[in-house]
């Protein structure tokens, strides 16, 4: 009886060993794993001066850059504020904020 | 809109990475190139916990965590098993550090390549033994801060030439790559999907942690180790023929590469300029080697 | 189908008839021989497997279980410095629960360099979740790689099969090979539930805190406690299709005895012959061949020895600073069970025969003896 994978970003259930198959092999996703707490800064796309090169997506290591309707979109549920982003945008189009208390 | 690596995302967030990790960066571009029908033999290296702890996962292929010199004898069992029931399409690859590949993995890794087993290996390398909390590797470069040569004993005696090593085994294909390099980084990757037998990848992955460097400065390290050719980024087919993808018109000073890094800052002027002399000395021997 | 062959080439042919899909292995005397057959077999187009020429035993390890971890048969054969080399991958196999069988060659460990017989090497793999069976024929070593499959497969833990250097791994004896028609029958394809599969990605090992650590290991265990009943099942289906029996131990001539002598390996089939002479002198004694002592068949012995008036055991292993492994896991398993005095002997380390003079020597000594707790070096050179 195999313990099927579950795909979302809900944490896995896990009361004991009859929940658990005999080795360690994955139950479910880190995206249960909500990085966006790591932050100390918050880095913030002025879509003004934003040229969509998408040089931003392209390096961020997680990643928390999606493409939503042809522009880059930081998703604040796993942005760890690295700031790579903000770095390497050529139009300086990225400022960052510290996260608020 | 125009992409300049494949747009689909294989590996999901949430993992572990330290913040600007460059290993992380180079798993995301990996599993672009190689997609779903791929997977992955990982040995005790800082990917041994980024992928999260049981019950979770974030790479989203079939990832099998080995012992720390097993790396690439696992990738070749794992490939065996999958050809001798006919499943022959699949990138079978061997992802580790440093520490497991120039380290206590060599034995393997030589293994695998004289038989030319068909496996793709990949080593990202952080320059240390970083998971274990930045202990020195034989990847270490010379003058290096690490936990295990601080600063009154910092690593002395060159990087091992890695590439070197595995071209000498003659295996069909050998590269570097540096992530700050992408796009060279994904057609090396795409070469290798599509070469039969044994294939190795040194990638370049600055890690902040271990490195002392700022998180942001991630890339522009990745790019200067490449700029101040100390880290050239080049091809060798059969293990002979030897090409240069990244050609740089004038190097930067090392100096420029250490500025941003915590590691080398102990560093004396004359200490600094007998690297630059190793640096520009070993890039002219290996200039010789070009087609 | 009966043929001629050394012990050494039973185990080749086992994993033939057991078709093996992935072998990786490394030469070491005197496994060697193991490998060159199968290597030939394979060659010959009689085995449909990727053999892996590996460049050690812990890569040959290592490989078996990344070929299991898909869904292959896996197979590798070693000895001693070998076995002893792949420790930590033992234990790797154990706990990523990979059903691989191997067999071993009981050898000497070094230094002195050895390559004759001794149980030192497989006994001190015992605590890595291997199944451990000590076969004492040719017979019993092909007839247990294809029941150590049928029982891998069903538990999800790895068999080691070992034998004696020389003594059983290069003396030739008749074995019949079952057809391949048969075998298969008896031995389906390998279909595991948890795999490497791209349909269905998981990780596999990954860290694992204390959370869970400890319900693994207890599933573990539950595994190994069902595997008694699988082995003795599976031992049973065997005989229907071959006339052969195999189950947890093997006792001889124990039914009426006074005193029961407890062995392994060959000695154990060298004190068949010595027990038949003790009887006709009108000694009243058995034998017990422990023939499987992962999962401890401590119920099973239990009941073979409940009404016996004494105890001898035979080692061909010693744990240096306490006692022979067979003694002491024998005597742990009757404290507070039963209450009859045991006498521990250890014999033929580093391959240094043990006659049937011998065994009678130490049947003898038992006999006269009341004291149990002592500890014998049969023919030691003082």
């Given at each position: 009886?195999v313990?099927?994978?579950?795909?979302?970003?809900?944490?896995?259930?896990?009361?004991?060993?009859?929940?658990?198959?005999?080795?360690?092999?994955?139950?479910?996703?880190?995206?249960?794993?909500?990085?966006?707490?790591?932050?100390?800064?918050?880095?913030?796309?002025?879509?003004?001066?934003?040229?969509?090169?998408?040089?931003?997506?392209?390096?961020?290591?997680e990643?928390?850059?999606?493409?939503v309707?042809?522009?880059?979109?930081?998703?604040?549920?796993?942005?760890k504020?690295c700031?790579?982003?903000?770095?390497?945008?050529?139009?300086?189009?990225?400022?960052?904020?510290?996260?608020?208390? | 809109?125009?992409?300049?690596?494949?747009?689909?995302?294989?590996?999901?967030?949430?993992?572990?990475?330290c913040q600007?990790?460059?290993?992380?960066?180079a798993?995301?571009y990996?599993?672009?190139?190689?997609?779903?029908?791929?997977?992955?033999?990982?040995?005790?290296?800082?990917?041994?916990?980024?992928?999260?702890?049981?019950?979770?996962?974030?790479?989203?292929?079939p990832?099998?965590h080995t012992?720390?010199?097993?790396?690439?004898i696992?990738?070749?069992?794992?490939?065996?098993?999958?050809?001798?029931q006919?499943?022959?399409?699949?990138?079978?690859?061997?992802?580790?550090?440093?520490?497991g590949?120039?380290?206590?993995?060599l034995?393997?890794?030589?293994?695998?390549?004289?038989?030319?087993?068909?496996?793709?290996?990949?080593?990202?390398?952080?320059?240390?033994?970083?998971?274990?909390?930045?202990?020195?590797?034989?990847?270490?470069?010379h003058?290096?801060?690490?936990?295990?040569?601080?600063v009154?004993?910092?690593?002395?005696?060159?990087?091992?030439?890695?590439?070197?090593?595995?071209?000498?085994?003659?295996?069909p294909?050998?590269?570097?790559?540096?992530?700050?390099?992408?796009?060279?980084f994904?057609?090396?990757?795409?070469?290798a999907?599509?070469?039969?037998?044994?294939?190795?990848?040194?990638?370049?992955?600055?890690?902040?942690?271990?490195?002392?460097?700022?998180?942001?400065?991630?890339?522009?390290?990745?790019?200067?180790?490449?700029?101040?050719?100390?880290?050239?980024?080049?091809?060798?087919?059969?293990?002979?023929?030897?090409?240069?993808?990244?050609k740089?018109?004038?190097?930067?000073?090392?100096?420029?590469?250490?500025?941003?890094?915590?590691?080398?800052?102990?560093?004396?002027e004359?200490e600094?300029?007998?690297?630059?002399?190793?640096?520009?000395?070993?890039?002219a021997?290996?200039?010789?080697?070009?087609? | 189908?009966?043929?001629?062959?050394?012990?050494?080439?039973?185990a080749?042919?086992?994993?033939?008839?057991?078709?093996?899909?992935?072998?990786?292995?490394?030469?070491?005397?005197p496994q060697?021989l193991?490998?060159?057959?199968?290597s030939?077999?394979?060659?010959?187009?009689?085995l449909?497997?990727?053999?892996?020429?590996?460049?050690?035993?812990?890569?040959?390890m290592?490989?078996?279980?990344?070929?299991?971890?898909?869904?292959?048969?896996?197979?590798?054969?070693?000895?001693?410095?070998?076995?002893?080399l792949?420790?930590?991958?033992l234990?790797?196999?154990?706990?990523?629960?990979?059903?691989?069988?191997?067999?071993?060659?009981?050898?000497?460990?070094?230094?002195?360099w050895?390559?004759?017989?001794?149980?030192?090497?497989?006994?001190?793999?015992?605590?890595?979740?291997?199944?451990?069976?000590?076969?004492?024929?040719?017979?019993?070593?092909?007839?247990?790689?294809?029941?150590?499959?049928k029982?891998?497969?069903?538990?999800?833990?790895p068999?080691?099969?070992?034998?004696?250097?020389?003594?059983?791994?290069?003396?030739?004896?008749v074995?019949?090979?079952?057809?391949?028609?048969?075998?298969?029958?008896y031995?389906?394809?390998?279909?595991?539930?948890?795999?490497?599969?791209?349909?269905?990605?998981?990780?596999?090992?990954?860290?694992?805190?204390?959370?869970?650590?400890?319900?693994?290991?207890?599933?573990?265990?539950?595994?190994?406690?069902?595997?008694?009943?699988?082995?003795?099942?599976?031992?049973?289906?065997?005989?229907?299709?071959?006339g052969?029996?195999?189950?947890?131990?093997?006792?001889?001539?124990?039914?009426?005895?006074?005193?029961?002598?407890?062995?392994?390996?060959?000695?154990?089939?060298t004190t068949?012959v010595?027990?038949?002479?003790?009887?006709?002198?009108g000694?009243?004694?058995?034998?017990l061949?422990?023939?499987?002592?992962?999962?401890?068949?401590?119920?099973?012995?239990?009941?073979?020895?409940?009404?016996?008036?004494k105890?001898?055991?035979?080692?061909?292993?010693?744990?240096?600073?306490?006692?022979?492994?067979f003694?002491?896991?024998?005597?742990?398993?009757?404290?507070?069970?039963?209450?009859?005095?045991?006498?521990?002997?250890?014999?033929?380390?580093?391959?240094?025969?043990?006659?049937?003079?011998?065994?009678?020597?130490?049947?003898?000594?038992?006999?006269?003896?009341?004291?149990?707790?002592?500890?014998?070096?049969?023919g030691?050179?003082?």
């Amino acid at each position: 009886m195999v313990i099927k994978f579950q795909k979302n970003d809900k944490p896995v259930i896990i009361t004991g060993a009859k929940d658990m198959p005999p080795m360690a092999a994955s139950l479910g996703s880190m995206l249960q794993n909500k990085t966006g707490d790591w932050r100390n800064v918050r880095p913030i796309i002025d879509y003004e001066k934003c040229i969509k090169c998408f040089i931003c997506w392209k390096i961020c290591p997680e990643p928390a850059i999606d493409i939503v309707d042809e522009l880059p979109v930081i998703n604040y549920d796993y942005c760890k504020g690295c700031l790579m982003c903000m770095e390497e945008c050529p139009k300086d189009a990225i400022h960052y904020e510290k996260e608020g208390k | 809109m125009r992409l300049t690596i494949p747009e689909r995302e294989i590996m999901t967030p949430g993992h572990l990475a330290c913040q600007g990790c460059g290993g992380s960066l180079a798993m995301r571009y990996a599993l672009k190139v190689f997609g779903k029908d791929t997977m992955l033999s990982i040995p005790a290296c800082c990917w041994a916990v980024i992928d999260g702890p049981f019950p979770y996962t974030s790479v989203n292929v079939p990832l099998f965590h080995t012992a720390f010199e097993t790396a690439a004898i696992m990738a070749s069992g794992i490939k065996a098993g999958l050809m001798v029931q006919g499943k022959d399409t699949t990138n079978v690859v061997a992802w580790a550090g440093d520490g497991g590949t120039f380290d206590i993995g060599l034995q393997a890794i030589s293994g695998a390549a004289e038989r030319n087993d068909d496996i793709t290996y990949i080593v990202y390398d952080n320059e240390a033994y970083m998971n274990t909390g930045i202990q020195r590797s034989s990847a270490t470069p010379h003058g290096a801060w690490t936990t295990t040569t601080p600063v009154k004993h910092y690593k002395k005696g060159p990087k091992k030439n890695i590439a070197e090593i595995m071209a000498a085994h003659r295996i069909p294909y050998t590269a570097t790559a540096s992530v700050g390099y992408p796009e060279d980084f994904c057609k090396k990757l795409e070469k290798a999907k599509n070469t039969k037998g044994f294939k190795f990848i040194h990638v370049l992955a600055p890690c902040p942690t271990g490195w002392k460097s700022d998180p942001r400065y991630t890339i522009k390290l990745a790019k200067l180790a490449v700029q101040t050719n100390s880290f050239p980024l080049y091809e060798i087919i059969d293990g002979i023929h030897y090409k240069q993808n990244v050609k740089i018109k004038e190097r930067k000073p090392i100096k420029e590469y250490f500025k941003y890094q915590g590691r080398f800052k102990h560093l004396h002027e004359d200490e600094v300029q007998y690297i630059q002399n190793f640096i520009d000395e070993t890039y002219a021997l290996f200039e010789m080697k070009l087609e | 189908m009966k043929k001629t062959m050394m012990g050494n080439f039973a185990a080749s042919w086992g994993a033939q008839l057991s078709r093996v899909q992935v072998i990786a292995a490394y030469p070491i005397t005197p496994q060697t021989l193991i490998v060159e057959k199968l290597s030939e077999i394979v060659a010959d187009g009689e085995l449909d497997a990727e053999f892996i020429k590996v460049e050690s035993e812990h890569s040959a390890m290592a490989a078996c279980i990344g070929a299991s971890a898909t869904g292959a048969r896996a197979y590798t054969a070693t000895s001693a410095q070998g076995l002893a080399l792949m420790h930590e991958m033992l234990h790797w196999a154990g706990l990523a629960r990979m059903p691989i069988v191997m067999t071993n060659v009981n050898r000497a460990m070094a230094p002195g360099w050895s390559i004759w017989a001794d149980q030192n090497d497989s006994l001190s793999q015992r605590d890595t979740g291997w199944m451990q069976i000590y076969a004492s024929s040719a017979q019993e070593i092909l007839d247990s790689t294809i029941i150590g499959y049928k029982v891998s497969e069903q538990v999800l833990l790895p068999t080691l099969i070992s034998f004696d250097a020389f003594f059983l791994s290069h003396t030739v004896e008749v074995v019949d090979m079952p057809e391949i028609e048969l075998v298969d029958k008896y031995l389906p394809p390998f279909k595991p539930d948890y795999k490497l599969d791209v349909n269905d990605p998981r990780s596999f090992g990954a860290l694992t805190d204390e959370q869970y650590y400890y319900e693994f290991r207890y599933k573990m265990q539950e595994s190994m406690n069902e595997a008694v009943d699988i082995i003795k099942d599976a031992g049973k289906e065997y005989e229907k299709l071959t006339g052969r029996a195999y189950s947890l131990i093997h006792p001889y001539r124990c039914e009426d005895a006074d005193m029961i002598l407890v062995t392994s390996g060959t000695i154990a089939e060298t004190t068949n012959v010595a027990v038949d002479e003790l009887r006709a002198e009108g000694k009243k004694v058995g034998n017990l061949r422990i023939r499987v002592i992962r999962p401890y068949p401590k119920k099973e012995i239990l009941e073979v020895v409940k009404g016996v008036k004494k105890l001898a055991v035979i080692d061909r292993n010693i744990s240096p600073g306490y006692s022979g492994i067979f003694s002491q896991e024998l005597k742990s398993a009757l404290y507070n069970e039963v209450d009859i005095p045991t006498r521990s002997y250890i014999a033929g380390l580093g391959g240094r025969d043990v006659k049937i003079e011998d065994i009678k020597d130490m049947a003898n000594d038992a006999l006269k003896n009341d004291t149990p707790n002592d500890l014998i070096w049969k023919g030691v050179k003082l």
